[in-house]
Antibody, heavy 121, light 112 residues
Framework: EVQLVESGGGLVQPGGSLRLSCAAS????????MHWVRQAPGKGLVWVSR????????RYADSVKGRFTVSRDNAKNTLYLQMNSLRAEDTAVYYC??????????????WGQGTLVTVSS | DIVMTQSPDSLAVSLGERATINCKSS????????????LGWYQQKPGQPPKLLIS???TRESGVPDRFSGSGSGTDFTLTISSLQAEDVAVYYC????????FGQGTKLEIK
């Protein structure tokens, strides 16, 4: 069974940092592209970042570019999101999700339950 | 950036009736070299992560009931639920993956 379990969320002050983790199991992690998607309380889904299967190619939404860094450790089957210079508008549930890559990009097909990040003083 | 706009924002449909949700992209998401539309549909129930229902505009994911169908091409797409069931109450999102990734704002589907 495919499982994605996020951790690392919590309360952080504006300007602070946080690192999220996503532990993957039940599939060959190193074969999949991985995404971070967030959802502010009561709002819609917003794509944040994605990383290629080998970690060599990363992309970010403009709203987080230069502040967030996505990475992965395929030996540990774990995805990370380092979040710096956090702002109140970064408050959201952060989901990790996997996407198959066989040439063209594909939509994320399995998602974790999410971890809540709250940026507040 | 490609902007995705869904309509309506909310929808109330009687059990057993048809529900239709529209999604429009600000530019075409049809990739001419493979004739595929890079468009997916998700269902999100309260307190749960999104679930992928449809990819490539019209391909149902494994296990998704056949009352869910997707159609459209280029910039205009539709998700149809042919006979609404109580368990279909959710928020539905379209997403383009042609140029990075963008979601529509969501459509809340309720029972009338």
């Amino acid at each position: 069974e495919v499982q994605l379990v996020e951790s690392g969320g919590g309360l952080v002050q504006p300007g602070g940092s946080l690192r999220l983790s996503c532990a993957a199991s039940g599939f060959t992690f190193s074969n999949y592209w991985m995404h971070w998607v967030r959802q502010a309380p009561g709002k819609g889904l917003v794509w944040v970042s994605r990383i290629s299967a080998d970690g060599s190619d990363t992309r970010y939404a403009d709203s987080v570019k230069g502040r967030f860094t996505v990475s992965r450790d395929n030996a540990k089957n774990t995805l990370y999101l380092q979040m710096n210079s956090l702002r109140a508008e970064d408050t959201a549930v952060y989901y990790c999700a996997r996407a198959e890559y066989s040439g063209p990009p594909t939509p994320p097909d399995h998602w974790g339950q999410g971890t809540l990040v709250t940026v507040s003083s | 950036d490609i902007v995705m706009t869904q309509s309506p924002d909310s929808l109330a449909v009687s059990l057993g009736e048809r529900a239709t949700i529209n999604c429009k992209s600000s530019q075409s998401v049809l990739y001419n070299s493979n004739n595929k539309n890079y468009l997916g549909w998700y269902q999100q129930k309260p307190g749960q992560p999104p679930k992928l229902l449809i990819s490539w505009a019209s391909t149902r994911e494994s296990g998704v009931p056949d009352r869910f169908s997707g159609s459209g091409s280029g910039t205009d797409f539709t998700l149809t639920i042919s006979s609404l069931q109580a368990e279909d109450v959710a928020v539905y999102y379209c997403q383009q993956y042609y140029s990075l990734y963008t979601f529509g704002q969501g459509t809340k589907l309720e029972i009338k």
